[in-house]
């Protein structure tokens, strides 16, 4: 029989030699809920990296000690959990939303109830529930995307539905009530309705957005863009149609770096065209048979990466960083891969790139983008960065004016491919054209450095050919 032991405290891990606080990003578990050893309790942000916090035991969590948004030392308890045989006296997490629905019957406290995020709505419209139905264990009664997951995982939603199709009619015959106010979102122009709102009737059905194309140019885009996994404070401003998002940890540090950089680097820009055309043919050469090889799709990036590597090489001094009173040429070349989610960018690094061929770096931007937007990133996977690459052609830009990642000394952003008419030897012929964009710290480099070097990446990039080996 397993040992009975109570209040088992989870604290704030030791993530890394530097670091000695951690603010709670959203807690994912809630008193009274059931979890086994390493399932995750709740999001950690740091200065450097954001991390899943397992549950070191199994057993009920009895007490959230730390809150949202807050900050916690490392060592510093946020929150208690009962092991096997104590959690006797709690309902298993099963129940939680049957005990949602008698809290709310009760009269506790459900004046958050109608504020919905748009990341609820949203998961209610795909899976046809009806919010009215969902028990809310938010605060205030506050319905939240996993209490939306869990009734669906639950199979409720199904079982409501007849009922909900037979209501449907007289309720959306029913006009809105005085004073509700409507905001379109901005991300794909989807409904969202503020707290109040007639969505919150009885046996309403949030009706499935539209998918349309929104691009016409339509190199990447072919439908709405997705919402941010943010829970937006529902709280209109009267008459303005606007509401209020929360900034999360990891955006406020995005931020601060941000400001960081643009106040202490003096930037500089340029820009350069490559006809990639051979690169095109060698890729569509190549990309069937190495899909089937390696299991991954091969895009452009790990042979502009190739490319940039080499012309570091050539030019060591874009591999540098500014110390004041002199400049550190860094020896390894660790390539850092800025990452874009719906909620922000993140920059792991490839380290000695330029000891890698093509296919490596396949295989390394393909596992460092899965795990950035799983969230399942390591401090060892941000640190050590030496020069960015930015794949802003991969949602179709073609022109961009990067902030440097502090403290590198610059960044190189790789554009959409595009087919332009081209002059070659007086003739005019259709070629598949990138361009790339370098900001530059104007401390330690110059336009004639930086122009020597976007040259040879062009070289390098031009260079391709239907020969080229990945290995």
């Not at 419209?125 to 669906?152: C, M, N, W, Y």
């Not at 957005?209 to 996994?229: C, F, I, Y």
């Not at 899965?370 to 640190?383: E, H, N």
């Not at 502090?406 to 005019?428: G, N």
């Amino acid at each position: 029989m397993a040992q009975v032991k109570q209040g088992t405290d989870v604290t704030v891990p030791h993530l890394a030699e530097s670091l000695v606080s951690a603010t709670i990003g959203k807690w994912l578990k809630k008193p009274g809920d059931y979890v086994e050893q390493y399932d995750v309790l709740c999001e950690l942000f740091t200065d450097k990296v954001n991390t899943e916090m397992p549950s070191p035991v199994s057993g009920t969590i009895l007490e959230i000690v730390v809150p949202e948004g807050e900050t916690a030392a490392v060592g510093a308890v946020i929150c208690r959990i009962a092991e096997e045989g104590a959690a006797a006296s709690f309902a298993p997490s099963a129940a939680a939303p049957e005990q949602a629905a008698v809290a709310a019957d009760s009269g506790e406290d459900a004046s958050m109830r109608g504020r919905y995020s748009p990341a609820v709505l949203k998961l209610a419209a795909e899976h046809g529930v009806s919010l009215d139905a969902v028990p809310g264990t938010g605060l205030g009664g506050r319905i939240t995307r996993k209490d939306v997951e869990q009734f669906v995982a639950s199979g409720a939603h199904k079982a409501a539905k007849p009922q909900q199709q037979a209501d449907l009619p007289q309720n959306a015959a029913r006009p809105p009530q005085e004073g509700a106010v409507w905001a379109a979102n901005s991300y794909g122009g989807e409904t969202v309705a503020p707290a109040g709102t007639p969505l919150s009737g009885p046996g309403f059905v949030v009706p499935a957005p539209a998918k349309v194309p929104v691009r016409s140019t339509g190199l990447h885009l072919s439908e709405n863009p997705p919402l941010p996994n943010i829970e937006v404070e529902g709280q209109p401003l009267e008459g303005r149609g606007e509401y209020l998002i929360d900034v999360t940890p990891i955006r406020n540090t995005i931020a601060s770096r941000m400001r960081q950089s643009v106040t202490e680097i003096p930037h500089a820009w340029t820009m350069i065209e490559v006809d990639v055309t051979n690169l095109v043919m060698l890729r569509n050469k190549l990309k069937d048979e190495f899909l089937r090889q390696e299991g991954i799709k091969l895009t452009y990036l790990p042979f502009v990466l190739k490319s940039v590597v080499s012309a570091i090489k050539d030019y060591p001094i874009m591999n540098s960083v500014w110390a004041v009173d002199k400049i550190i040429v860094k020896r390894d070349i660790n390539i850092s891969l800025a990452v874009g989610t719906e909620d922000f960018v993140v920059t792991p690094v490839i380290k000695k790139a330029d000891q890698k061929n093509i296919a490596g770096l396949a295989q390394e931007i393909d596992e460092l983008t899965k795990k950035a937007r799983a969230g399942k990133l390591a401090l060892g996977d941000l640190q050590g960065g030496t020069f960015t690459v930015n794949n802003t052609g991969s949602f179709g830009s073609i022109l961009s004016y990067p902030i440097i990642n502090y403290p590198q000394a610059a960044i190189l952003t790789f554009e959409s491919i595009v087919k332009k008419p081209v002059v070659i030897q007086d003739m005019i012929a259709v070629r598949s054209v990138a361009n790339m964009c370098l900001s530059l710290d104007h401390r330690i480099l110059d336009g004639v450095i930086c122009g020597r070097f976007l040259q040879r990446v062009k070289e390098n990039l031009e260079g391709f050919t239907l020969d080229t080996k990945l290995y």
